[in-house]
């Protein structure tokens, strides 16, 4: 009965949440507490709902061949079949992906909203910062449930717009506001892809709705060529390229971090950017027919993974490290959609929002205790006055790190095979060696923060229950969220999978290696930053490599590359635009109002109303005829004065 | 007979402007007031007739028709179809906010309000004349009190309100005049062809579209260029920044907002409907001259540091889509174009008031001289982002689905060129970001802490705008069904002609 209703009610679960919001903005701003309970009761309310349906969708094996849609006409022109028209639907679609994600989404937030109960206590704009956090989680969970790729690219535009608010909180902080400006500007320029992979498809296909197009796409011979099929394709990875900061549109989500913290647990676990993952996933069907398109997924996945890795070695900031970890974990993602296992892709975003999530909330919570002093280098020994919260980091390192039986091991492990059967060793061998770097900058950061001697400048203190609380929760998942996805009974792949699910054997090959892999990348951190007291063998390292570590410490200077674009090459032209507006377009017209003026001023001589000067005129003309008349002859003077003789 | 609903709507103004006439000019409460009453019986009839116009029986309706010059055929022909009532409530919205918009006016208040109620009972004229004479007479009769306005209410920056006032004025007097050569000479030769003089639109377009392909296409041109000036169509923009610069800021939201729009619709519901031939010779030439003030303007914009620079740059860059939409010629671009001149408009008078409202408070509009408003003037703030984000076509905000069915219809027919046209949301978000940013973000500066935020009758703009933008973004079919009830006739009558083409 409440599963029936849940299932039949999705919208609701979005609905929630966006109600919150209008509710706090326009009624409970004042009122603090009640702002916070709005917020957190809604998504908790939307949360229950989530798993009914989910529950709805997992009992019954009918909707992983059938997805149940029920959708509404939101826009129609013309007239069907005698005009071109257009017809846009807005629904839900709810199959084991979208219901899994819903849960998934909506689960996370809750935790992450009690989290910022705490975090944000005593922050002048806490109730906005509550009404933004119930937009962001309804617009993420709008996209999750669409039935239609225009309603998608509406609510990821959504997702996008509240990140910009939610980075850009601190409106008074100058790194802020640059901050949400690159992070909405980097995904604006994926979006422009994005749209005009839609807009192709729209025109090619006649619709937007995922099942029709799975269907259409499937025959696509009947309606356009490969080429353009490709086409279409990489214009819509670009969309994803931004959102879920792959290289080269990356360079966004490590500034994200600007935002509260519980934002870019948000942003990096939960909401945002897995939306770009979960959009290539949802158009499987697009990629899966275009052999071209799945390897540049692959490829970029693979060398995201690879690059964020390398710059995480050498980053300072607690919340930055987490940041390009993020990046490279999306890297893992990407990769395994490209190799084609839509299994192991969502199966790795599931774990990730776990222990990601968990991971940015504990840090948050360390930044809460030391008063948002960020430089890991200046930290030391934390767990002993914060056992709760560094435990559970610990919990989500040995997660990332992908130590057995926690939760990242099993959908890494998922990955790694997925590559190795699909015969990529090349992104193979690039994705375990990420592996034993991931291994080792986590580490490196957990044994510097929370072990090793205390700093006593610092005078950390554990946190409050709202805070804590969530991070346990969260933890018990990053321990848990992978069992159901073991090589020996992998539920998870009977139920998310695309074509046909996937069976293979067990590769104890490839999971003796990332064991190894993750094992020695911890060991090597412990060996340099934890037994080496005086770390003296990590600078050695740094000042050896100097101009390498230099310019991973400075992100490749990608940053520094595009900043140059946009000022001197965007900008150059900009100005050049305008000069020419101003002197030549405008000059134009002035020139006409000039011209006019002047023949007007030149004309005036004539009419001045003056007697003498009609006068003078007038004698000068009978000069010039008598002149005339003298030196031609009278034949002449007949022509000008007519009959007169 | 019924109740005449378009010319009460086109009275309730004037009959307020003539009221303010024996209002005392000290009691600047009262002329405020009468002329929110004048504006708001308009806002509330054209909605009602939005509301009740029955789309699915289509065509005009509410029509009232008085024999005038009957050797010239003109008839005062008011009526409205689903082209004209989005365009109709768009001017009663905009005319609302712009009094409240103006509440501060101090300086002879009773001559502004008198003109501001001329102005706006004039553009709407346009929209529900159904007869060309007609039309061309309101078309006309605004340019006036702009001018005025301008003069004596303006403010100047880079070039001073004079400057402002005569380039707008003398410009928009010269496209009128390709525009008015245009319409005798189509008078001219449709009146020969049928025998009998006739004015009115749906009359004169049945004669005008069985005319020679080659009349077509230079009536067309005419027209084209009248029309295109109005609309700022590059590269016959160079008045719209500095104009909208100059001009006082309620000025500023209706010539953005709506009068500009006279361009685009005149190009619809004259240009296009009665010279089909013409307009298929000329769709490429104003594609192409579309994209090119998408991009040009945008870029434009964003090497501006006047606030009502980067606006007015923004509105010729929007306009760009228009041109382009209008230039599909199909039933997709044709709505794209009418939504997007509606979208638009709701969004620009927004953008004006706001930044009217900043300069009055800080007396500035020069971008390095803020920063950090947002926390002093918050409602300010959220006025001024709404109208932004509405600018780069956020999703959910009315500008939207206007701009991507327009992308669609252009797609379709353009490809590669309408690709160029999209690009400008990357330039776009840009600057407008920037312009935000720069204004309303970073830290507070303490010259400004004494600001009041925006309260009482200035809130008026942000309510009712910003209702239509967020309403109309999540709801597009509210405006779409209207549009398309008017455009899907329209595309009918000509279809014939347009797929013969023109040729010379």
């Known amino acids: 009965m409440l599963v029936e209703f849940a299932m039949m009610h999705a919208w609701l679960v979005p609905l929630l949440p966006a109600l919150a919001f209008l509710v706090i903005v326009f009624l409970t701003r004042p009122f603090e507490k009640l702002s916070a309970i709005i917020a957190v009761g809604s998504m908790a309310l939307a949360c229950v709902i989530a798993s009914f349906a989910a529950y709805g969708i997992f009992t019954n094996h009918e909707f992983t061949e059938k997805p149940l849609v029920y959708a509404a006409n939101w826009l129609s022109l013309g007239i069907p079949g005698v005009t071109d028209s257009l017809l846009v639907q807005v629904g839900v679609q709810l199959d084991p992906v979208s219901a899994m994600m819903m849960f998934m989404v909506s689960f996370i937030s809750t935790f992450i909203f009690l989290y910022s109960v705490g975090y944000m206590k005593g922050d002048p704009g806490f109730s906005v910062f509550f009404s933004y956090l119930s937009l962001f989680g309804a617009s993420m969970l709008l996209l999750v449930i669409s039935s239609n790729l225009l309603q998608m690219f509406i609510a990821w535009e959504l997702v996008g717009l509240c990140s910009y608010l939610l980075i850009g909180f601190y409106t008074h902080k100058i790194s802020a506001r640059e901050a949400a400006k690159k992070a909405f500007v980097t995904c604006r320029v994926a979006d422009f892809g994005l749209l005009l992979g839609l807009l192709a498809l729209q025109i090619t296909f006649g619709t937007l709705n995922l099942v029709e197009l799975g269907e259409k796409i499937h025959n696509f011979q009947e309606y356009t060529t490969i080429g353009m099929l490709t086409l279409i394709a990489v214009l819509v990875f670009i969309g994803p390229i931004g959102k879920s900061g792959q290289f080269p549109l990356h360079v966004w989500l490590p500034d994200a971090m600007e935002g509260p913290t519980p934002v870019s647990a948000l942003i990096h676990a939960a909401t945002m950017v897995v939306a770009g993952v979960y959009l290539v996933g949802r158009t499987m069907f697009l990629f899966h027919e275009v052999e071209s398109a799945m390897q540049l997924v692959a490829v970029t996945g693979a060398f995201t993974a690879l690059f964020a890795a390398t710059i995480a070695l050498t980053q300072r900031e607690i919340k930055r490290i987490l940041a390009y970890s993020t990046v490279s974990q999306l890297g893992y993602m990407m990769l395994a959609l490209g190799v084609g296992s839509l299994t192991a892709g969502m199966f790795h975003m599931w774990t990730h929002a776990f222990f990601k999530a968990l991971m940015f909330l504990a840090a948050g919570s360390v930044l809460y205790a030391l008063h948002h002093k960020a430089d890991v280098w200046e930290m030391g020994g934390l767990i002993k006055k914060m056992p709760i919260t560094g435990w559970t980091f610990v919990i989500g390192g040995l997660a990332i790190a992908g130590i057995p039986p926690f939760a990242g091991f099993w959908s890494k492990d998922e990955i790694l095979v997925a590559t190795l059967a699909e015969g990529h060793y090349v992104l193979f061998a690039m994705a375990a060696f990420t592996a034993f770097l991931t291994a080792f900058y986590m580490w490196r950061m957990i044994f510097l923060v929370f072990f090793g001697d205390e700093k006593p400048e610092n005078h950390p203190q554990e946190s409050p229950w709202t805070m804590t609380v969530p991070l346990i929760v969260l933890a018990v998942g990053a321990i848990g969220a992978g069992w159901m996805g073991t090589p020996w009974n992998n539920v998870w792949a009977e139920w998310i999978y695309f074509g046909e699910p996937h069976h293979g054997p067990i590769n104890y090959g490839a999971m003796l290696l990332s064991i190894v892999l993750a094992g020695s990348g911890i060991y090597l951190a412990y060996t340099m930053y934890l037994k080496d007291t005086k770390k003296k063998r990590a600078r050695k390292l740094a000042e050896w490599f100097g101009p390498v570590h230099r310019m991973l410490y400075n992100k490749y200077y990608i940053d520094e590359l595009y900043l140059w674009f946009n000022h001197a090459l965007v900008d150059g032209t900009a100005r050049l635009f305008y000069l020419f507006d101003l002197y030549v377009v405008d000059g134009f017209v002035n020139g006409i109002g000039t011209f006019t003026k002047s023949s007007g001023d030149g004309l005036r001589v004539f009419q001045t109303g003056r007697l003498q000067n009609y006068a003078l005129i007038f004698f000068l003309g009978v000069l010039a005829v008598a002149v005339l008349v003298t030196f031609t002859g009278p034949s002449a003077a007949s022509l000008v004065l007519g009959g007169v003789k | ?504």
């Open chain 2, 1 to 504: 007979m019924d109740f005449p609903i378009l010319l009460t709507i086109l009275l309730a103004p004037i009959v307020a402007a003539l009221v303010l006439v024996f209002v005392p000019k000290e009691e600047s409460l009262t002329i405020k007031s009468v002329a929110a009453v004048g504006t708001f019986v308009s806002l509330a009839l054209s909605l009602y007739a939005y509301f009740t116009y029955d789309q699915s029986l289509g065509g005009l309706q509410f029509a009232m028709q008085i024999p005038w010059i009957q050797d010239l055929g003109v008839t005062f022909f008011l009526a409205a179809d689903g082209i004209s009532l989005p365009m109709l409530l768009l001017t009663n919205l905009i005319g609302f906010s712009a009094i409240f918009a103006s509440w501060n006016i101090n300086n002879r208040p009773r001559e502004f309000f008198i003109l501001l109620l001329l102005l706006i009972a004039g553009v709407m004229g346009t929209f529900i004349a159904h007869d060309l004479f007609i039309f061309l007479l309101f078309y006309e009769v605004v340019v006036i009190p702009i001018y005025i306005m301008v003069v004596i209410w303006g403010s100047s920056k880079r070039v001073t309100k004079e400057y402002a006032a005569m380039k707008l004025t003398i410009y928009l007097l010269i496209g009128s005049a390709f525009l008015l050569v245009g319409v005798i000479a189509l008078f001219v030769k449709t009146s020969a062809m049928s025998g009998v003089p006739d004015m009115s639109f749906t009359g004169m377009a049945v004669v005008a579209q069985q005319l020679s392909g080659f009349d077509q296409i230079w009536l067309f041109g005419l027209m084209l260029l009248g029309f295109g000036s109005l609309i700022s169509m590059w590269p016959f923009h160079s008045w719209s920044p500095d104009g909208y610069a100059g001009a006082p800021t309620a000025v500023s939201m209706i010539h953005a907002g709506v009068l500009k729009k006279i361009g685009g619709y005149g190009l619809v519901k004259i240009a296009v409907f009665m010279l089909p031939a013409g307009a298929s010779f000329w769709a490429p030439y104003m594609a192409v001259l579309g994209v090119a003030g998408v991009a040009y303007a945008a870029m434009g914009a964003l090497a501006q540091k006047d606030l009502k620079y980067v606006v007015g740059y923004s509105s010729v860059s929007h306009m760009g889509y228009v041109i382009l939409a209008v230039a599909c010629l199909n039933v997709i671009g044709l709505n794209g174009a009418v939504a997007n001149m509606f979208a638009h408009g709701v969004m620009a008078a927004l953008f004006f008031s706001m930044i009217g409202f900043i300069y009055e408070k800080t007396h500035t509009r020069w971008i390095p001289d803020m920063g950090g408003l947002a926390r002093q003037t918050p409602r300010l703030a959220v006025g001024f982002m709404m109208a932004a984000m509405a600018s780069l076509g956020l999703p959910g905000l009315i500008s939207f689905v206007p701009e991507f069915t327009i992308f669609i219809g252009a797609f379709d027919v353009y490809g590669g060129l309408a690709v160029v046209g999209i690009a400008g949301i990357i330039i776009t978000a840009l600057y407008v970001l920037r312009a935000g940013a720069n204004t309303l973000f970073g830290p507070p500066r303490p010259e400004y802490d004494h600001l009041k935020d925006i309260r009482g009758p200035e809130m008026v703009p942000l309510i009712v705008l910003g209702t239509v933008l967020v309403v109309g973004g999540f709801l597009p079919s509210l405006l779409f069904d209207m549009i398309n009830s008017g455009v899907v006739p329209l595309h009918a009558a000509i279809s014939d002609v347009l797929q013969l083409g023109g040729k010379l």
